[in-house]
């Protein structure tokens, strides 16, 4: 019955001006950048929460209170890192991630490949396992004006059989 459970993740942080902006692993080009505790990669903190989803403990905010200044520019890989431990502490593997990205700009096609190898690599899996979609928001809102950028992940995980 517990062969395998799905969990999805969602993040949104607001862009500013003069901030870094960091996706997925990477220090985009762009003049305007994350407002967050962390460094603000909305990729890492929604695949966070997708994994801690399905395994149905918690959520990012709570294992890492944003009032913590332990985690004060924190590189949000940690985060992913402490997610996959709980994973296979659990005796789950990762069957695929699905993730869409929504930003009006810089584009993320020049990045995507990377981004990729990025994620695949924090999660011990191979690229076929990961799926990665960038999106604009037609301009409308907040997204669509450039003032947030927003993130889903979908996760399938599975029971390993040792
Ligand atoms: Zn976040």
Redesign the pocket.
């Known amino acids: 019955m517990n062969a395998c459970r799905i969990g999805h993740g969602f993040?949104l942080?607001r862009l500013e001006k003069g901030l870094t902006l960091v996706v997925a692993g990477l220090n985009l080009e762009h003049d305007h950048g994350c407002a967050?505790h962390s460094d603000?990669d909305?990729v890492y903190?929604a695949l966070t929460d997708a994994i801690l989803g399905a395994l149905g403990q918690d959520d990012i905010g709570q294992l890492f209170p944003d009032n913590d200044p332990k985690w004060k520019g924190a590189d949000s890989r940690v985060f992913v890192e402490e997610a996959v431990r709980r994973m296979g502490k659990a005796g789950y593997t990762l069957g695929n991630a699905d993730i869409t990205i929504i930003l009006q700009r810089p584009k993320l096609s020049p990045h995507k490949a990377k981004m990729k190898e990025n994620i695949a690599g924090l999660l011990g899996v191979g690229l076929d396992r990961v799926n990665l979609k960038g999106k604009t928001h037609e301009h409308v809102d907040a997204i669509g004006e450039g003032r947030a950028i927003a993130c889903h992940v979908v996760v399938l995980i599975c029971k390993t059989t040792d």
């Open positions: 993040d942080h967050a603000g909305v903190h």
